[in-house]
């Protein structure tokens, strides 16, 4: 009796584990369950000479404090990844690298998804909010695509070319 309580205790943690997710080295998923997994909201890319180019997953900003958040606090930026910022409409735009600590290029989109201009953007840290170095869309942009910097320079990415977006 006391082997076939041994056996189901031990079937039932087999059970327990394999539904937690654990893996064979015993440990669990990153992030939470239902939590979703940043940077796969969608898939954008650029058209650049005709040729889609810089595929990236990003994660999506679309309501208010999304987007007051944006990527600030993160560590790092995987690499294939960024943040795509979604207006309701267009209007001129300004961002800022306020506790923001990856270096990025800030990708201005107006309503036809053309890119309006780039902007090369640093971290500024400790640097008080009113001295803060303000990266401004040239034109009523409705979308804008945070990405690392160097993207844009590597993928060719400039004014007038368009943003692809694949949900």
């Known amino acids: 009796m006391n082997g076939t309580k041994i056996l189901l205790a031990l079937v039932s943690l087999a059970v327990l584990a394999g539904c ?50 944006g990527l600030m606090e993160r560590e790092s930026l995987p690499d294939g990844t960024g943040m795509l910022f979604v207006y309701e409409d267009a209007d001129v735009r300004s961002f800022w690298m306020k506790d923001t600590l990856v270096p990025l290029d800030i990708i201005f989109v107006d309503s036809d998804r053309r890119v309006v201009n780039v902007e090369h953007a640093s971290p500024e840290p400790e640097t008080p909010d009113h001295e803060l170095t303000r990266y401004t869309s040239d034109g009523p942009a409705q979308y804008v695509v945070e990405a690392e910097r160097g993207y844009a320079n590597e993928t060719g990415v400039s004014a007038g070319d368009e943003l692809v977006i694949r949900r």
């Open 20 to 69: 937690l997710g654990l893996g064979d080295n015993g440990e669990s998923d990153d992030f939470d369950i239902g939590a979703p997994a940043p940077y796969n909201d969608a898939e954008v890319a650029f058209v650049v000479d005709g040729e889609e180019r810089g595929h990236l997953d990003v994660e999506i900003a679309e309501t208010r404090a999304e987007r007051a958040q």
